[in-house]
């Protein structure tokens, strides 16, 4: 009997049967946001780097996430031989080449001596 009481009580009035539907307009608005402002940007950004890792061919030069600089002598189908001073090569995961040495002129992070 007092459940009954309760669940009525709570129950909304005549005055607030729109609510679902603005509720529902709200959500679908946050939705949207979400999508325009962080999944698109980061899918695209995924996009282009994965675009970049693709079109790596020998003798560019890039830099690893590890801050490796180096010339690729090498392209494999997951990975990729480095370079990194005359005659010392090294093989670096494909995954892990951010950059080229353009992007890096560009942003302005390079280091003193490039090669």
Same mark, same amino acid.
């Given at each position: ?38 999944? &698109? ?31 690729? &002598? ?14 010392? &090569? ?26």
């Amino acid at each position: 009997m007092l459940l009954n009481y309760l669940l009525l009580d709570a129950a909304p009035s005549g005055g607030a049967a729109g609510s679902g539907w603005s509720t529902l307009i709200m959500i679908a608005i946050l939705i949207v946001i979400f999508y325009f402002f962080m999944i &698109r940007p980061q899918s695209q950004k995924q996009k282009k780097i994965t675009e970049f890792r693709s079109s790596l061919k020998n003798g560019d030069k890039v830099m690893t996430a590890g801050g490796i600089y180096g010339r690729i &002598r090498e392209v494999k189908e997951k990975a990729v031989i480095l370079e990194v001073a005359d005659g010392v &090569r090294i093989k670096v995961d494909i995954s892990s080449i951010y950059q080229s040495m353009q992007d890096v002129n560009e942003t302005g992070s390079n280091p003193k001596e490039q090669q």
